[in-house]
């Protein structure tokens, strides 16, 4: 319990002196993985939609292995994200190994599959009371893609938030392509994980909770933003 009032006090101090190091780390870490978040939004969601409205061969294969992928271990990504950014790789000529970018795009294969799916849960549902009036109204396969991500904007940040949540708690991935290089490629996971190995538990709970505050603060700021309480009704 000792340790644990140490990790809280500490916790505290350092966010109420606003230390240097640990902002510079949280503003990496969110830096990283909102960026994460957004490309993988842009890619999951029309997806999404677009297994709700087309009907193709395989669009059930396609589903199921979607659903499977969001259970894709986090180290086998990282894995095979290094391998393909290494020097002997299709991609070493970028020289994006070790870097932020690569932590990106790692987070951005890992949450793809999680927000796709829970996304098509939901658009499913709406497609299935819009379907309808969008066949009558005789619109193209854009204009109903639109129209439901739209309209389903709300049930769509909740998968977003989803994705951030898994983004921003990873540290398999990030290890493994980032390195956990000071000033470079260090965030809050990777430090709490730094730390734990040199004993410093205090200071690796206070990083903890850092997280966990900053996981929670992010989701009510989204939110607001978004206005998704309207009137008291979600």
């Avoid at 949280?26 to 939004?41: D, E, F, H, N």
């Avoid at 259970?71 to 086998?76: A, D, E, F, K």
């Avoid at 870097?99 to 990106?104: K, R, V």
């Avoid at 000033?183 to 996971?189: A, D, I, M, S």
Wanted: proline share 3%; hydrophobic share 55%.
């Amino acid at each position: 319990m000792g340790e644990l009032w140490e990790g809280i006090v500490q916790a505290f101090v350092l966010v109420v002196t606003l230390d240097a190091g640990l902002v510079e780390i949280s503003m990496r870490s969110l830096r990283v993985t909102l960026s994460a978040l957004v490309i993988a939004s842009a890619i999951a969601l029309p997806l999404a939609a677009v297994l709700t409205i087309q009907r193709f061969r395989y669009r059930r294969i396609t589903v199921a292995t979607l659903n499977a992928l969001m259970g894709l271990p986090p180290v086998v990504v990282g894995l095979l994200v290094y391998i393909m950014l290494s020097r002997s790789g299709p991609f070493g000529v970028l020289g994006l190994l070790f870097t932020p970018s690569a932590m990106i795009i790692a987070q951005v294969i890992i949450i793809v599959p999680l927000i796709a799916s829970i996304a098509h849960q939901s658009l499913r549902e709406l497609w299935s009371d819009y379907h309808d009036l969008l066949i009558s109204l005789n619109t193209t396969k854009r204009q109903r893609i639109c129209a439901l991500l739209w309209d389903g904007r709300r049930a769509l940040l909740t998968a977003a938030l989803a994705g951030f949540g898994r983004a921003i708690g990873e540290v398999g991935a990030i290890m493994i392509v980032g390195g956990n290089i000071d000033h470079v490629t260090r965030v809050l996971t990777t430090a709490i994980v730094l730390e734990t190995g040199k004993g410093d538990f205090a200071l690796a709970l206070g990083l903890g909770f850092v997280l966990i505050a900053m996981a929670i603060l992010v989701n009510f700021a989204i939110h607001s933003l978004s206005k998704t309480e309207t009137r008291g009704r979600w």
